[in-house]
T-cell receptor, first 115, second 114 residues
Framework: ETGVTQTPRHLVMGMTNKKSLKCEQHLGHNAMYWYKQSAKKPLELMFVYSLEERVENNSVPSRFSPECPNSSHLFLHLHTLQPEDSALYLC??????????????FGPGTRLTVL | AQSVTQLGSHVSVSEGALVLLRCNYSSSVPPYLFWYVQYPNQGLQLLLKYTTGATLVKGINGFEAEFKKSETSFHLTKPSAHMSDAAEYFCAVRFSSGNTPLVFGKGTRLSVIA
């Protein structure tokens, strides 16, 4: 595997379910990100981890819980979601957080549908 | 407030025609500027970026963009559209060199007509 991978690619869950999204980067990067992409809205940054420490938490509801066990893996734990949480969830990584012109590398996303 | 504006949520061009996708930002200092492309069912892929130096930046797939400080713009162009260019394009800006996140525009969907 190369780049940034995400599993599962598609997920359908009920509002009472608990599920987790997984992201893995094979680039040796030190920063990882979760974004939410909804139709007709800009990408919303949810969480940022730098060297396995959370550095950004942009007013995300507590029903979303991130976990970064090491610099290569990032999880998003989901519980008691709402239908409006249905979206494409994108993971990204970068060599380090912020730092001017440093680009982010994105995974293919997980398409989440909450029934 | 610092923001990124992409004019036109949907742009349609004929195959072989010029592609012009607009991006403006609001900032009093020159930012770091990026264009990403998203093909259906895929993540975002970097097309090009401007950090410092030459204001005309060349990217992949024949795209280029010019940073115009006086106009606070970073428009994306391609001289001749190809069917494979049909995708969603996102302008993104980092407003300082410190630990700040990328701010994305809402995106422009490009359609290419045969």
């Amino acid at each position: 595997e190369t780049g940034v991978t995400q599993t599962p690619r598609h997920l359908v869950m009920g509002m009472t379910n608990k599920k987790s999204l997984k992201c893995e980067q094979h680039l040796g990067h030190n920063a990882m990100y979760w974004y939410k992409q909804s139709a007709k809205k800009p990408l919303e940054l949810m969480f940022v981890y730098s060297l396995e420490e959370r550095v950004e938490n942009n007013s995300v509801p507590s029903r979303f819980s991130p976990e970064c066990p090491n610099s290569s893996h990032l999880f998003l734990h989901l519980h008691t979601l709402q239908p409006e949480d249905s979206a494409l969830y994108l993971c990204a990584s970068s060599p380090k957080y912020g730092a001017g012109g440093v680009e982010q590398f994105f995974g293919p996303g997980t398409r989440l549908t909450v029934l | 407030a610092q923001s990124v504006t992409q004019l036109g949520s949907h742009v349609s061009v004929s195959e072989g025609a010029l592609v012009l996708l607009r991006c403006n930002y609001s900032s009093s200092v020159p930012p770091y500027l990026f264009w990403y492309v998203q093909y259906p069912n895929q993540g975002l892929q970097l097309l090009l970026k401007y950090t410092t130096g030459a204001t005309l930046v060349k990217g992949i797939n024949g795209f280029e963009a010019e940073f115009k400080k006086s106009e606070t713009s970073f428009h994306l162009t391609k001289p001749s559209a190809h069917m494979s260019d049909a995708a969603e394009y996102f302008c993104a800006v980092r407003f300082s060199s410190g630990n700040t996140p990328l701010v994305f525009g809402k995106g422009t969907r490009l359609s290419v007509i045969a």
